[in-house]
Nanobody
Framework: QVQLVEFGGGLVQPGGSLRLSCTAS????????MGWYRQAPGTQRELVAG???????NYADSVKGRFTISRDNAKRTVYLQMNNLKPEDTAVYYC???????????????WGQGTQVTVSS
């Protein structure tokens, strides 16, 4: 069983910064892609940023230049540094990994429990 635990959400004023982290634990053979998604009330979950096992990175257009994703493979952790936050960034943020629990199993999606980010004055 794979578990993801997230930290770092909270309330911040516009222009402020937050850093999210997500650590995977359990029986994991390998982690491929890692990423962050978000979902605001009444909207669909959307990809914010993703990073592959070879550190190829992609961002949603709305966060380019403000957010930075990184990963520490030894710690099985993915980070999201969020700068110059805007009210429209308010959402529940979920981390996601694509991983194999054994060498012979298929890639599966695993999700964190979600952490609330609220940007408001």
């Amino acid at each position: 069983q794979v578990q993801l635990v997230e930290f770092g959400g909270g309330l911040v004023q516009p222009g402020g910064s937050l850093r999210l982290s997500c650590t995977a634990s359990g029986i994991i053979f390998t982690i491929n892609d890692m990423g962050w998604y978000r979902q605001a009330p009444g909207t669909q979950r959307e990809l914010v940023a993703g990073i592959s096992s070879s550190s190829s990175i992609n961002y949603a257009d709305s966060v380019k230049g403000r957010f930075t994703i990184s990963r520490d493979n030894a710690k099985r952790t993915v980070y999201l540094q969020m700068n110059n936050l805007k009210p429209e960034d308010t959402a529940v943020y979920y981390c996601n990994i694509k991983a194999r629990s054994r060498s012979y199993t298929r890639l599966s999606d695993y999700w964190g429990q979600g952490t609330q980010v609220t940007v408001s004055s």
